[in-house]
């Protein structure tokens, strides 16, 4: 519906922060253009051949031949309560001290994202996150109508030492600290870069010292292909200040929209009140057994392979293809390259083009909180065959050339 | 956790709408005892032997087979988006003008609720409810910090007349009036009544001449055993201030957890962007292809005879057990009986007493905003066996009788 054609009849009635928002588009609405004969770089869509099909259905009829009367009842079975003990197992082995009582299940890391949200922030309240950063979580903090600060990444992740400077003025200043710090630490999305050791060490001192809650969203966390794991931050913290929150989206599939948020017990009972509403009993169920009985880590591992190829097989053409001058983040594991392209070409304005030539991609802007990223776009080396990259990066290259020829 | 153990370390972090609650239940936790060797008549739980666990298996690998690609993806492929279309088209034979861009599929109907209040409601803001009314949506309006103010229900359904006196007095006064008005006017849950056309019709008139939304909860419509359909409120209307709210708990499982938001274009686009998060596609296609291919109509026309016979069977064991002075309603539908104890017993005091006999029941206080309710309890015929049953209400008789006794 377009604005013109809105009657504005109900706007009286809706809260200041949806006023606040009227016309703007919402989560799922991302600036990008559907070109069905391009390649599409665009979203980090995990490969359809990846996703475990049969062995979903296999653990369906398991958990319903084991679990006739409780399956499918409002509750769920025992296999639903296995999967919050995979998950407390899981984040166990990331070093973190936690156990059944510290996991909520939700339906997604957004929707894990948005409780946890809706527990801690009013409207006013102030957010820090890095810029750029993913676009789901800017609109979704536009809803609870907050002051959005972004900080810069580099190749050590979120500049630390600018969110520290900033934490300092304030202080010195009078002014609002953060409530949140939204941050993705490890393979970032969009950028892929992770936070180093240290900076993890400051970021909690930091958040310590000035009072504030940090929430690590850790999506991509498990699908590392070089270097060693970094401890998450809820591992390194000891004043139970971090909420974590996670998915299984891109282990398992987008589509069975399960994640889970982390927290120190106090927070999460929050958070759970905050939450209302039942769970998906039959996804959970079936994810139990499939985590449990199935080949869940086995998968996953496999998953690393392919990605890690498909990761090389992307920065190798872009080496190949792209003009000087284009710079380019090298991830360690994640879905994502980061691209600044040269002469500071507008990516927003380059897209209809590059469609043109035969790819894809999101322009940058649409990840910062503010105005800046007009020259940055996301390309995501997830879901496409290595013939489509090819034919994708060169298209990209080709729209980059034709417009740098015009400047 | 007991309130003494809590350490209170981010309290001043929540927002008001959380630290108002601190200590307080969450949603999920109903003031019942759990008592093994007793009859539950607790909750609105389907009988188990209800449940299409086969067909939804079935359904699965069809989707599976014809989706291969986008099933589990980002998005879901045709099924989940046919459950969009049956849903409108279930709504239209309900009289209801609508197409699939008024309808948003949500993770069942508190999730509905849940995001229509995110888009409504401000902590201070009034809402008008039934009293008594599902404890599960007072829960959830507890999340937002607003004050409730409930009206009484009789054989015709929630007490218009006293909603329009209150109205009235407000405008007068000067004071506010509600933004929201939640009923469930259809086999309500927990009295099983329903609201007469003329009451629907005047309640409607309310809300234009008051400016207020009229949030429509009907879980428990599609299941009449007696008498002729009212229209929704929702058909009735031609203004567009009834927003819909409903599930597929009742007709297919609540392990599925999928219900929807029906809405004036205008609201439902402010309620889809507070909603954030993307869908359970893998339900959603599953349950697409069950209502589309699947014996879902027939099913539910099985469950309304199953559900008949056990409406009756505990209307006729009431008649025959309880002490004089009980009284309860007789609802056309639904899963629920209202029960008002003679001699204003305590049904909370009561309740260990009819555990010990060999039932076990929801206290009516739970229902209400204030402290009404305490010589009322609710009963759910939904789920327990003819001998169950018999056995249940004998208990809850022989627990009455002999508190009685003791008057």
Known sequence: MSDDERSGAFDHLFTAAVRDGLGEEGYGSWRSIDEPD???????????????????????????????DT??????????DRLVEVVAERERDRGIDCGTENVLLTNGATHAIDVVCHTFLERGDEVFVEAPTFMGTLKLLGNYGV???????????????????????????????????????TFQNPTGTTLSRERRERLLDLAEAHDFVIVE?????????????????AALDESGRVVRTNTFSKTIAPGVRSGWVLADEEILEEVTRMRAGGANTFTQGVLGRYCTEGPFEENVAELRGRYAERRD???????????PGTDWTEPDGGFFVWVTLPEGIDTDELLPRAAEEGVTYLPGEQFFPDDRGEDCLRLSFSHVSHEEMERGIEALARATRSRMAEH
Chains 1, 2 share one sequence.
């Open 38 to 68: 391009a390649v599409s770089l665009s979203f980090g869509f995990p490969y359809p051949e990846s996703f475990p099909h049969d062995e979903l259905v296999a653990a369906a009829e398991a958990v319903f031949e084991e679990e006739r």
């Open 71 to 80: 399956a499918l009842q409002y509750g769920g079975g025992d296999y639903a």
């Open 147 to 185: 002051e959005i600060t972004g900080f810069g990444n580099d190749a050590d992740g979120l500049r630390v030492d600018a969110v520290a400077d900033e934490l300092e003025r304030r202080e010195e200043a009078g002014e609002t600290p953060p409530k949140l710090l939204y941050t993705i630490p």
């Open 217 to 233: 969203d850790d999506a991509y966390g498990a699908l590392r292909y070089h270097g060693e794991d970094l401890p998450p931050l």
């Open 313 to 323: 097989h992307m920065l190798d053409r872009l080496e190949e293809h792209m003009p």
